[in-house]
Protein backbone atom coordinates (compact mmCIF):
# COMPACT_ATOMS: atom_id res chain seq x y z
CA UNK A 1 0.00 0.00 0.00
CA UNK A 2 1.09 2.93 -0.85
CA UNK A 3 0.04 6.22 2.16
CA UNK A 4 1.15 8.91 -0.20
CA UNK A 5 0.21 8.87 -3.23
CA UNK A 6 -0.37 12.22 -4.73
CA UNK A 7 0.55 13.81 -1.24
CA UNK A 8 2.29 16.86 -0.66
CA UNK A 9 4.86 16.97 2.61
CA UNK A 10 7.16 19.44 3.75
CA UNK A 11 9.68 18.63 5.77
CA UNK A 12 12.14 21.48 7.72
CA UNK A 13 15.86 20.30 8.65
CA UNK A 14 15.33 18.01 5.44
CA UNK A 15 19.30 18.27 4.35
CA UNK A 16 20.23 15.91 7.24
CA UNK A 17 19.07 13.37 9.89
CA UNK A 18 15.98 13.01 11.08
CA UNK A 19 14.07 15.37 8.24
CA UNK A 20 15.96 13.28 5.61
CA UNK A 21 15.06 10.07 7.41
CA UNK A 22 11.39 10.67 7.33
CA UNK A 23 11.80 12.44 3.78
CA UNK A 24 12.92 9.30 2.00
CA UNK A 25 10.05 7.24 3.82
CA UNK A 26 7.47 9.18 2.79
CA UNK A 27 9.05 9.50 -0.82
CA UNK A 28 8.94 5.46 -1.39
CA UNK A 29 5.37 5.66 -1.33
CA UNK A 30 5.19 8.54 -3.86
CA UNK A 31 5.20 11.39 -1.75
CA UNK A 32 5.83 15.02 -3.57
CA UNK A 33 8.09 16.62 -1.78
CA UNK A 34 9.41 19.86 0.04
CA UNK A 35 12.63 19.80 1.53
CA UNK A 36 13.67 22.87 4.09
CA UNK A 37 16.55 23.48 5.53
CA UNK A 38 19.44 26.60 5.69
CA UNK A 39 21.83 24.23 4.15
CA UNK A 40 21.89 24.06 0.58
CA UNK A 41 24.69 21.27 0.54
CA UNK A 42 22.75 19.15 2.87
CA UNK A 43 19.69 19.55 0.62
CA UNK A 44 20.98 18.43 -2.20
CA UNK A 45 22.54 15.36 -0.98
CA UNK A 46 18.74 14.88 0.48
CA UNK A 47 17.74 14.69 -3.18
CA UNK A 48 20.43 12.71 -4.42
CA UNK A 49 20.00 10.15 -2.02
CA UNK A 50 16.00 10.10 -2.38
CA UNK A 51 16.04 10.01 -5.83
CA UNK A 52 18.50 6.94 -5.86
CA UNK A 53 16.21 5.38 -3.94
CA UNK A 54 13.35 6.45 -5.56
CA UNK A 55 13.88 7.62 -8.96
CA UNK A 56 10.45 9.11 -9.52
CA UNK A 57 10.34 11.01 -6.43
CA UNK A 58 9.71 14.87 -7.01
CA UNK A 59 11.89 16.97 -4.43
CA UNK A 60 11.77 20.92 -4.69
CA UNK A 61 14.73 22.69 -2.16
CA UNK A 62 13.93 25.53 -0.70
CA UNK A 63 17.08 27.15 1.50
CA UNK A 64 15.64 29.26 4.34
CA UNK A 65 15.68 30.01 7.82
CA UNK A 66 12.98 28.55 10.20
CA UNK A 67 13.93 31.43 12.71
CA UNK A 68 12.87 33.68 10.10
CA UNK A 69 9.10 34.33 9.99
CA UNK A 70 8.95 36.22 6.61
CA UNK A 71 11.28 32.94 5.30
CA UNK A 72 8.70 30.46 7.36
CA UNK A 73 5.44 32.58 5.03
CA UNK A 74 7.55 32.01 2.08
CA UNK A 75 8.29 28.12 2.25
CA UNK A 76 5.01 27.49 2.67
CA UNK A 77 3.88 29.77 0.02
CA UNK A 78 6.05 28.38 -2.70
CA UNK A 79 4.95 24.98 -1.52
CA UNK A 80 1.41 26.23 -2.39
CA UNK A 81 2.02 27.64 -5.32
CA UNK A 82 3.96 24.79 -6.59
CA UNK A 83 1.79 21.72 -5.30
CA UNK A 84 -1.69 23.73 -4.65
CA UNK A 85 -1.89 22.12 -1.13
CA UNK A 86 -0.09 20.40 2.05
CA UNK A 87 -0.92 17.29 3.65
CA UNK A 88 1.92 16.33 5.73
CA UNK A 89 4.20 18.78 8.02
CA UNK A 90 7.51 17.50 9.68
CA UNK A 91 8.17 20.58 11.74
CA UNK A 92 11.39 19.49 12.47
CA UNK A 93 14.95 21.38 11.96
CA UNK A 94 16.22 21.66 15.37
CA UNK A 95 19.35 22.72 17.25
CA UNK A 96 21.06 21.32 19.93
CA UNK A 97 22.71 24.37 21.74
CA UNK A 98 26.00 24.17 24.17
CA UNK A 99 25.90 21.88 27.20
CA UNK A 100 26.60 23.18 30.25
CA UNK A 101 25.05 24.09 34.07
CA UNK A 102 22.21 26.89 33.88
CA UNK A 103 24.21 29.67 35.36
CA UNK A 104 26.86 29.92 32.44
CA UNK A 105 23.97 29.09 29.62
CA UNK A 106 24.78 31.99 28.22
CA UNK A 107 21.25 34.16 27.25
CA UNK A 108 22.70 34.70 23.56
CA UNK A 109 22.95 31.32 23.59
CA UNK A 110 19.52 30.71 24.90
CA UNK A 111 18.13 32.93 23.02
CA UNK A 112 19.37 31.42 20.03
CA UNK A 113 18.56 27.75 20.56
CA UNK A 114 14.60 29.23 21.59
CA UNK A 115 14.53 31.19 18.11
CA UNK A 116 15.03 28.25 16.01
CA UNK A 117 13.76 25.13 17.76
CA UNK A 118 10.81 27.27 19.74
CA UNK A 119 9.61 29.94 17.15
CA UNK A 120 10.97 28.22 14.40
CA UNK A 121 8.35 25.42 15.23
CA UNK A 122 5.52 27.89 16.10
CA UNK A 123 6.02 29.83 12.85
CA UNK A 124 5.79 26.82 10.95
CA UNK A 125 2.83 25.89 12.27
CA UNK A 126 0.83 29.10 12.25
CA UNK A 127 1.33 29.32 8.27
CA UNK A 128 0.65 26.07 7.47
CA UNK A 129 -1.95 25.78 10.03
CA UNK A 130 -3.91 28.90 7.74
CA UNK A 131 -3.75 26.62 4.58
CA UNK A 132 -5.20 23.01 6.33
CA UNK A 133 -7.91 24.78 7.92
CA UNK A 134 -8.70 26.19 4.41
CA UNK A 135 -8.22 23.00 3.01
CA UNK A 136 -9.95 20.75 5.74
CA UNK A 137 -7.83 18.34 6.62
CA UNK A 138 -3.46 17.66 7.30
CA UNK A 139 -1.21 16.63 9.80
CA UNK A 140 1.64 17.82 11.54
CA UNK A 141 4.43 16.40 13.06
CA UNK A 142 6.44 18.38 15.28
CA UNK A 143 10.25 17.19 16.39
CA UNK A 144 10.40 17.60 20.46
CA UNK A 145 12.52 15.54 22.34
CA UNK A 146 13.06 13.52 25.25
CA UNK A 147 14.69 17.06 26.45
CA UNK A 148 11.14 18.08 25.82
CA UNK A 149 9.57 15.39 28.13
CA UNK A 150 11.80 15.13 31.13
CA UNK A 151 14.92 16.86 32.72
CA UNK A 152 18.16 15.83 30.95
CA UNK A 153 20.53 18.65 32.47
CA UNK A 154 23.00 20.94 31.28
CA UNK A 155 20.91 22.08 28.57
CA UNK A 156 19.06 24.95 29.24
CA UNK A 157 17.82 26.27 25.88
CA UNK A 158 17.29 22.76 24.48
CA UNK A 159 15.03 22.05 27.14
CA UNK A 160 12.72 25.05 27.71
CA UNK A 161 12.32 25.10 23.60
CA UNK A 162 11.32 21.29 23.15
CA UNK A 163 9.32 21.68 26.43
CA UNK A 164 7.74 24.59 24.19
CA UNK A 165 7.43 22.47 21.60
CA UNK A 166 5.12 20.02 23.60
CA UNK A 167 2.69 22.78 24.54
CA UNK A 168 2.44 23.78 21.55
CA UNK A 169 1.64 20.68 19.95
CA UNK A 170 -0.84 20.23 23.16
CA UNK A 171 -2.13 23.32 22.50
CA UNK A 172 -2.64 23.49 18.59
CA UNK A 173 -4.12 19.48 18.39
CA UNK A 174 -6.71 20.76 20.73
CA UNK A 175 -7.52 23.94 18.87
CA UNK A 176 -7.58 22.11 15.01
CA UNK A 177 -8.61 18.68 15.44
CA UNK A 178 -12.39 20.00 14.88
CA UNK A 179 -11.02 21.00 11.28
CA UNK A 180 -9.54 17.37 10.84
CA UNK A 181 -6.54 18.12 11.49
CA UNK A 182 -4.02 16.41 13.60
CA UNK A 183 -0.91 17.42 15.33
CA UNK A 184 1.48 15.58 17.17
CA UNK A 185 5.21 15.85 18.24
CA UNK A 186 7.57 13.03 18.47
CA UNK A 187 10.27 12.88 21.43
CA UNK A 188 13.31 11.11 20.12
CA UNK A 189 16.11 9.64 22.71
CA UNK A 190 19.46 9.59 21.34
CA UNK A 191 19.79 8.62 17.27
CA UNK A 192 23.04 8.80 15.54
CA UNK A 193 22.65 11.94 13.66
CA UNK A 194 24.92 14.22 13.31
CA UNK A 195 23.66 16.27 15.87
CA UNK A 196 24.17 13.48 18.31
CA UNK A 197 27.71 13.23 16.93
CA UNK A 198 28.30 16.96 17.66
CA UNK A 199 26.97 16.77 21.38
CA UNK A 200 29.24 13.28 22.15
CA UNK A 201 31.88 15.68 20.80
CA UNK A 202 31.02 18.49 23.54
CA UNK A 203 31.34 15.53 26.02
CA UNK A 204 34.31 13.34 24.90
CA UNK A 205 36.23 15.31 22.53
CA UNK A 206 38.41 13.49 20.47
CA UNK A 207 37.37 9.88 22.36
CA UNK A 208 33.71 10.69 21.60
CA UNK A 209 32.82 7.29 20.83
CA UNK A 210 33.49 5.92 23.45
CA UNK A 211 31.56 8.68 25.39
CA UNK A 212 28.77 7.02 22.89
CA UNK A 213 28.84 3.70 24.29
CA UNK A 214 28.45 4.98 28.07
CA UNK A 215 25.90 7.29 26.69
CA UNK A 216 24.00 4.43 25.62
CA UNK A 217 24.75 2.04 28.75
CA UNK A 218 21.93 3.36 30.75
CA UNK A 219 19.62 2.61 27.87
CA UNK A 220 17.02 0.10 28.27
CA UNK A 221 18.27 -1.39 24.58
CA UNK A 222 22.02 -0.31 24.90
CA UNK A 223 22.06 1.50 21.52
CA UNK A 224 21.51 4.19 20.10
CA UNK A 225 18.18 4.70 17.51
CA UNK A 226 18.61 4.77 14.05
CA UNK A 227 16.95 7.59 11.87
CA UNK A 228 15.49 4.96 9.25
CA UNK A 229 13.31 4.18 12.83
CA UNK A 230 12.10 8.19 13.14
CA UNK A 231 11.69 8.20 9.42
CA UNK A 232 9.04 4.86 9.79
CA UNK A 233 7.78 6.66 12.59
CA UNK A 234 7.06 9.86 10.87
CA UNK A 235 5.63 8.48 8.03
CA UNK A 236 2.99 6.96 10.20
CA UNK A 237 2.03 9.63 12.22
CA UNK A 238 1.64 11.62 9.19
CA UNK A 239 -0.60 9.10 6.99
CA UNK A 240 -4.26 9.11 7.28
CA UNK A 241 -3.92 5.89 9.58
CA UNK A 242 -2.72 7.82 12.34
CA UNK A 243 -5.52 10.96 12.22
CA UNK A 244 -7.00 10.10 15.53
CA UNK A 245 -3.80 10.28 17.32
CA UNK A 246 -3.78 14.23 17.90
CA UNK A 247 -2.22 16.02 20.46
CA UNK A 248 -0.01 13.39 21.93
CA UNK A 249 3.38 12.82 22.14
CA UNK A 250 5.11 9.76 21.16
CA UNK A 251 8.64 8.86 22.48
CA UNK A 252 10.35 6.99 20.19
CA UNK A 253 13.57 6.27 22.61
CA UNK A 254 14.15 2.57 23.73
CA UNK A 255 12.74 3.13 26.58
CA UNK A 256 14.53 5.54 28.15
CA UNK A 257 12.56 7.96 29.42
CA UNK A 258 10.38 5.40 31.24
CA UNK A 259 13.08 4.11 32.86
CA UNK A 260 13.20 4.63 36.88
N1 LIG B 1 19.25 12.99 16.83
C1 LIG B 1 18.72 12.91 18.02
O1 LIG B 1 19.12 12.10 18.86
C2 LIG B 1 17.58 13.79 18.41
C3 LIG B 1 16.96 13.53 19.64
C4 LIG B 1 15.88 14.32 20.02
C5 LIG B 1 15.46 15.33 19.19
N2 LIG B 1 16.11 15.57 18.02
C6 LIG B 1 15.60 16.66 17.20
O2 LIG B 1 15.42 16.20 15.89
C7 LIG B 1 15.53 17.30 14.97
C8 LIG B 1 16.48 16.92 13.86
O3 LIG B 1 17.74 16.66 14.43
P1 LIG B 1 18.84 15.74 13.74
O4 LIG B 1 19.34 14.82 14.76
O5 LIG B 1 18.34 15.25 12.44
O6 LIG B 1 19.98 16.85 13.54
P2 LIG B 1 20.83 17.28 12.26
O7 LIG B 1 21.77 18.31 12.78
O8 LIG B 1 21.35 16.09 11.58
O9 LIG B 1 19.74 17.96 11.31
C9 LIG B 1 19.14 19.18 11.61
C10 LIG B 1 18.95 19.97 10.33
O10 LIG B 1 18.27 21.19 10.66
C11 LIG B 1 18.86 22.23 9.93
N3 LIG B 1 18.68 23.51 10.60
C12 LIG B 1 19.23 23.91 11.76
N4 LIG B 1 18.85 25.17 12.04
C13 LIG B 1 18.03 25.55 11.04
C14 LIG B 1 17.32 26.74 10.78
N5 LIG B 1 17.39 27.82 11.59
N6 LIG B 1 16.57 26.81 9.65
C15 LIG B 1 16.50 25.76 8.81
N7 LIG B 1 17.16 24.61 9.02
C16 LIG B 1 17.91 24.50 10.12
C17 LIG B 1 20.33 21.86 9.85
O11 LIG B 1 20.99 22.55 8.79
C18 LIG B 1 20.27 20.36 9.66
O12 LIG B 1 20.25 20.03 8.30
C19 LIG B 1 15.97 18.49 15.82
O13 LIG B 1 14.85 19.28 16.14
C20 LIG B 1 16.53 17.84 17.08
O14 LIG B 1 16.46 18.69 18.18
C21 LIG B 1 17.16 14.82 17.61
Known amino acids: MKRYEDKVIIVTGGGSGLGRAAALEVAKEGAKLVLVDLNSEGLNESKKEIQAAVETAEIELVEANVSNEKEVEKYVQFT ?34 VN ?16 MKKQGFGSIVNTASVGGIR ?6 GY ?23 SIKAIAPGAIMTPMVEGS ?15 FVSVNPM ?12 VAFLLSDQANFINAAVVPIDG ?6
Do not use: C
Open 116 to 131: VNLNGVFYGMKYVLKE
Open 222 to 233: KRFGKPEEVGAL
Open 200 to 214: LKQIGGENWEEAGKE
Open 255 to 260: GQSYQY
Open 80 to 113: IDKFGKIDGFFNNAGIEGTQNLTEEYGSDEFNRV
Open 159 to 181: AASKHGVVGLTRNSGVEYGQYGI
Open 151 to 156: GVGNQS
